[in-house]
């Protein structure tokens, strides 16, 4: 069984900072690149950003600046630091990742968290 976990949303006044974390655990061989995508309500999902094994990173014009995606291969962690947050980023923030398992290491496959409440008040 192999499964994502996040952590470390919140309630944050406008301006604050939060940092989000997200583990894989389970059976894995490997893990491709990791990303955190989010939903506000009544609108689609948006990605926010992602990172390669190698460390290269991707933004969304949204965050650029504010926002910071970090991983920690040895603990199969990705991390988003959130700074300088503002009420049109409260979502549900979550985390996304391909990775091949120890029972089919030749298929790699799509997984996401359950996802964290992040919510910025004006």
């Known amino acids: 069984q192999v499964q994502l976990v996040e952590s470390g949303g919140g309630l944050v006044q406008a301006g604050g900072s939060l940092r989000l974390s997200c583990v894989a655990s389970?059976?894995?061989?490997?893990?491709?690149?990791m990303g955190w995508v989010r939903q506000a309500p009544g609108k689609q999902r948006e990605l926010v950003a992602t990172?390669?094994?190698?460390?290269?990173?991707y933004y969304a014009d949204a965050v650029k600046g504010r926002f910071a995606i970090s991983r920690d291969n040895a603990k199969n962690t990705v991390y988003l630091q959130m700074s300088s947050l503002k009420p049109e980023d409260t979502a549900v923030y979550y985390c996304?990742?391909?990775?091949?398992?120890?029972?089919?290491?030749?298929?790699?496959?799509?997984?996401w968290g359950q996802g964290t409440q992040v919510s910025v008040s004006s």
């Open positions: 990172i390669t094994t190698g460390g290269g990173t």
């Open positions: 996304n990742t391909v990775l091949w398992r120890r029972d089919v290491p030749t298929t790699p496959l799509n997984y």
């Open positions: 389970g059976r894995i061989v490997s893990i491709n690149t």
